[in-house]
């Protein structure tokens, strides 16, 4: 099953539409255009089970919900990042907004992961549905085909919300 962070925070009922800004690009070498296809289509797997909606916003930070980032090692928030592997990425719960990404993963964008060369390779859109997830407000699940179902597998995609994902985050929104 499905559960919340502590509190169960959520973003405010009344803000359907919520803004968010890729903005930490240059530890990365994926291109701007793929980036924001990517992160498009994870928020559109969760706007279409919910009322809610995302829009990107390229204006610097400045008004974004919600902001996007490629990081190394320490990077200030006391959850270092630790090479390939390990911790992919991490997102923090309503309604803090930081969605941050290892830089040092071998992500794959916008190919099929299941044929990348690297052993270690991990599909962007596949973390960032589970990370978006978190900045929603949903914690992990206990079910084993959720998207929020603690365990990813190297050269696997997985972006389909599993029922279990949409009475969560229908039940919150
Ligand atoms: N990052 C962890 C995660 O997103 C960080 C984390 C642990 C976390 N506990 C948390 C974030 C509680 C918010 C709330 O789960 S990770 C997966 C999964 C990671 C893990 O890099 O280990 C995915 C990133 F679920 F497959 F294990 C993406 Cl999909
Ligand atoms: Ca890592
Ligand atoms: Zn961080
Ligand atoms: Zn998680």
Do not use: C
């Not at 994926?30 to 009322?51: G, H, K, M, N, P």
């Not at 929603?136 to 029922?163: F, N, Q």
């Amino acid at each position: 099953l499905y559960s919340y962070f502590p509190g169960s925070p959520s973003w405010p009922r009344s803000k359907k539409s919520l803004k968010y800004a890729i903005t930490a690009t240059s530890a990365t070498t994926i291109d701007r255009a793929t980036l924001s296809q990517v992160f498009a289509r994870a928020f559109a797997r969760w706007s279409e089970a919910t009322t809610l909606n995302f829009t990107e916003t390229t204006d610097a930070a400045g008004d974004a919900d919600i902001t996007i980032g490629f990081h190394g090692g320490e990077h200030g928030d006391g959850e270092a990042f630790d090479g390939p592997l390990g911790t992919l990425a991490h997102a923090f719960s309503p309604t803090d907004g930081r969605f941050h990404l290892d830089a040092a993963e071998a992500w794959v964008a916008g190919g099929d992961v299941s044929r990348a060369k690297a052993d270690d390779a991990v599909d962007l859109e596949s973390v960032a549905v589970h990370e978006i997830g978190h900045l929603l407000g949903l914690g992990h699940s206990a079910v084993e085909g959720a998207i929020m179902y603690p365990t990813i597998t190297s050269r696997t995609r997985k972006v389909d919300l599993a029922s279990d994902d949409v009475v969560g985050i229908q039940s919150l929104y």
